[in-house]
């Protein structure tokens, strides 16, 4: 029979585009929010965190925004290159050192 | 700084075969994790140590699988007898789990790939 997987979805971008990635999270209770970056063949990467107090971060070429009315968090990439092709994973923490991970989004940068 | 260091970087071997993954956390790092990555059900996480200690298994699929930390610098998961359906990429993450900051970032290996024909 046919296996059924997970459907990442996936957002194309042309490259210098901004590209905005959106993760809704599940705790209301959740006080510290990471985006990982995982590139084939590699474990996810540490991007950018943020703590329930704040409701935007900025580093280089990257913006996280948290939206704690609604559970939402969204990561912006300026300028959006090739190497940022990738899959992004929001995660939440709520209890302890343990994080919950979202099902994560492709990023596809076409030339 | 060399990261969290898993190995092997690649194993196969025959259904009913013991598989051990094997892992070295970034030093200093209290806190250690093992994750499951599949295309069916994406990241999951198996187990968390604390300080050597196991904390939370209950990602942990059935008694074949067993965890162990003998000490802060190595931890092994093993899997028998191993079954087809365990073929995934196994994530070793770690962090340092200061509860002065509460500094969670986990910092993930390069992961096994295992394949159980």
């Known amino acids: 029979g046919e296996s059924v997987g997970l459907h990442l979805p996936t957002l194309s971008v042309q490259e210098g585009d901004n590209s905005i990635i959106n993760c809704a999270y599940s705790?209301?209770?959740?006080?510290?929010f990471i985006w990982y970056k995982q590139e084939s063949g590699k474990g996810p990467q540490f991007i950018i965190d943020?703590?329930?107090?704040?409701d935007k971060r900025q580093g280089q070429r990257v913006t996280v925004l948290l939206n704690k009315t609604v559970k939402h968090l969204s990561l912006q990439i300026a300028a959006t290159q090739p190497g940022d092709s990738a899959v992004y994973f929001c995660?939440?923490?709520?209890?302890?050192?343990?994080?919950?991970f979202g099902g994560g989004t492709r990023l596809m940068v076409k030339p | 700084d060399a990261g969290v260091i898993q190995s092997p970087r690649h194993e196969v071997t025959e259904m009913g075969q013991e598989v051990t993954l094997r892992c070295k956390p970034i030093?200093?790092?209290?806190?250690l994790f093992w994750y499951r990555q599949t295309m069916m059900r994406g990241l999951e996480l198996l187990i968390y140590?604390?300080?050597?200690?196991?904390?939370?298994d209950s990602g942990m699929p059935e008694d074949r699988f067993s965890a162990k930390m003998p000490n802060a610098s190595f931890s092994t998961l093993k899997i028998q007898p191993s079954e087809p359906r365990d073929s995934a990429v196994y994530f070793c993450?770690?962090?340092?789990?200061?509860?002065?900051?509460?500094?969670?970032?986990?910092?993930f290996g390069a992961g096994t790939r295992l394949s159980v024909l």
């Open positions: 993450a770690s962090s340092p789990g200061t509860l002065v900051q509460a500094k969670n970032i986990q910092y």
């Open positions: 705790n209301s209770a959740s006080d510290y």
């Open positions: 943020i703590r329930s107090n704040m």
């Open positions: 995660a939440e923490n709520n209890a302890g050192n343990m994080l919950t």
């Open positions: 030093s200093g790092h209290n806190s």
């Open positions: 140590f604390n300080n050597n200690v196991p904390i939370d």
